[in-house]
């Protein structure tokens, strides 16, 4: 099927997002256990909580709109989650691969934002408000792990990476 109209765009972006999901699911759950911080496996814990619920969200989208979603593979997830388990393999266990693992997660959570908030401005031109106030949930969530992510960064694992005690005199940021 090829890409002729904003419909086909919206499921070819529903369809690649999906796959993207789906795929953080295995890889969240190999990031929690390659970190040291108990804050940051955590976080990740938490994210694979609500990556469950997003692919639901996205689940709910296709029956909203009555669309069947395509059978594809999201390469840029692919290559994300690839470069983030060379980490967990190059770099030792410990505060620098932790703050490795961070930016790897984030750089998925830019992806994922980019890429929700171009389905809801597809959806809010093909007119499909359910789907839209759906995804802006996700988006929400999406958003909401990246900010805890910088603050985990900043007050605790980047810290430890120094060598400094600022982690500890700031505590657990999740």
Same mark, same amino acid.
């Given at each position: 099927?090829?890409?002729k109209?904003?419909k086909?765009?919206?499921?070819?972006s529903?369809s690649?997002?999906?796959?993207?999901?789906k795929?953080?699911?295995?890889s969240l759950?190999k990031m929690?256990?390659a970190s040291? +911080?108990? @804050?940051?496996?955590?976080?990740?814990? /938490?994210?694979l909580e %609500? !990556?469950?619920?997003?692919?639901?969200? =996205?689940?709910?989208v296709?029956?909203?709109?009555?669309?069947k979603?395509?059978?594809i593979?999201?390469?840029?997830?692919?290559?994300?989650?690839?470069?983030?388990q060379e980490?967990?393999?190059e770099?030792?266990?410990?505060?620098?691969?932790d703050?490795a693992?961070i930016?790897?997660a984030?750089?998925?959570e830019h992806?994922?934002i980019? +890429?929700? @908030?171009s389905?809801i401005a597809?959806? /809010?031109?093909l007119? %499909? !408000?359910?789907?839209?106030?759906?995804? =802006?949930?996700?988006?929400?969530?999406?958003?909401?792990?990246?900010?805890?992510?910088?603050?985990l960064?900043?007050e605790?694992?980047?810290?430890e990476?120094?060598g400094g005690?600022?982690?500890?005199?700031?505590?657990?940021?999740?």
């Amino acid at each position: 099927m090829s890409t002729k109209t904003l419909k086909d765009l919206f499921i070819h972006s529903l369809s690649d997002i999906y796959s993207a999901e789906k795929q953080m699911t295995k890889s969240l759950p190999k990031m929690a256990r390659a970190s040291t +911080s108990p @804050g940051l496996r955590s976080a990740f814990e /938490k994210h694979l909580e %609500e !990556t469950h619920g997003q692919i639901q969200r =996205i689940d709910q989208v296709v029956e909203a709109t009555g669309i069947k979603l395509k059978r594809i593979k999201c390469v840029a997830m692919e290559g994300l989650v690839e470069e983030g388990q060379e980490q967990i393999e190059e770099i030792e266990k410990g505060a620098v691969l932790d703050t490795a693992l961070i930016a790897a997660a984030q750089k998925v959570e830019h992806y994922e934002i980019a +890429s929700y @908030g171009s389905l809801i401005a597809l959806g /809010k031109q093909l007119e %499909e !408000t359910e789907a839209v106030n759906l995804l =802006i949930e996700t988006l929400k969530q999406e958003k909401a792990t990246d900010e805890a992510l910088s603050l985990l960064a900043a007050e605790k694992v980047a810290a430890e990476a120094l060598g400094g005690n600022r982690g500890k005199k700031a505590g657990n940021a999740l």
